[in-house]
């Protein structure tokens, strides 16, 4: 991304993409988008670039290669090279006053799908926190139409709302939470199974449900 050659060494690293606000003395929303690089230090450096050294255990509010958000990208024309790669949202400002030309990456924010917003849609946008990252996906209200709300609740699920919505993460490719799963009766002597991801730290899964796909954290 961005180096004099593609055959140059990529670095894992990640940009701040939402600065933390501080809430009743506690920092909320920040959000790291971690990626690999192989502009030079020079560049990481005034982009903003942070190095990740264990990637087998990336730093907390961190996301590999998130569908959404993504971070700005900055570029910049110099006498040997075109450099262009991810920067801090902290340091826009300062890198256009440095001559970088500051574009908004282009994708579409998902739909927020709630009850009230959309009340004939098949699924609702919902989330659970997991390292630090609101990690959030569109559950299929038959998911829900077939649980209690204490399963919901048992589970660490929250549903969306306009409030929380730009905290969200989505598709990154890690953190990603665990799955659990659970056989439940379909009429007729059938059954079925359902499966969605959950909070892990909760102390116990409801009754039935087990651990069907174990969490990933490392950043490979």
Same mark, same amino acid.
């Given at each position: 991304?961005? !180096?004099? &050659? ?9 940009? %701040? ?13 920040? +959000? ?22 264990? *990637?087998?255990?990336? *730093? ?38 440095? #001559? ?6 282009? +994708? ?10 959309? %009340? ?16 959030a996906w569109q559950l299929p209200k038959v998911t829900i139409t077939n649980v ?5 609740? $048992? ?7 306009? $409030? ?7 598709? #990154?490719? !890690?953190?990603?939470? *665990?799955?659990?799963? +659970? &056989? ?5 002597? !059938? ?10 730290? &909760?102390?116990t899964l409801p009754t039935g449900w087990?651990?069907?796909?174990? *969490? ?5």
């Amino acid at each position: 991304m961005g !180096s004099q &050659t593609k055959y140059a060494k990529k670095d894992l690293v990640y940009v %701040p993409i939402k600065i933390a606000t501080t809430v009743e003395g506690a920092e909320v929303g920040g +959000v790291n988008y971690a990626f690999w690089t192989n502009v030079p230090q020079v560049a990481k450096t005034a982009l903003g670039q942070v190095p990740i050294t264990t *990637p087998e255990n990336p *730093p907390l509010g961190t996301v590999l290669a998130s569908n959404f958000p993504k971070p700005r990208r900055a570029s910049k024309r110099e006498a040997l090279r075109y450099t262009s790669s991810f920067c801090s949202a902290a340091l826009i400002t300062q890198l256009k006053i440095a #001559g970088w030309r500051i574009t908004r990456p282009r +994708v579409t924010k998902p739909p927020l799908h709630t009850s009230a917003l959309r %009340p004939n849609s098949f699924i609702q946008t919902a989330y659970v926190t997991f390292r630090g990252i609101k990690y959030a996906w569109q559950l299929p209200k038959v998911t829900i139409t077939n649980v209690t709300q204490a399963v919901i609740d $048992g589970l660490g699920i929250k549903l969306a709302t306009a $409030g929380d919505f730009d905290e969200l993460c989505f598709g #990154g490719n !890690s953190p990603k939470p *665990p799955k659990a799963a +659970v &056989t439940i009766a379909d009429g007729d002597n !059938s059954s079925k199974t359902l499966s969605t991801f959950y909070d892990p730290s &909760t102390s116990t899964l409801p009754t039935g449900w087990t651990e069907s796909k174990a *969490p990933i954290i490392a950043f490979n």
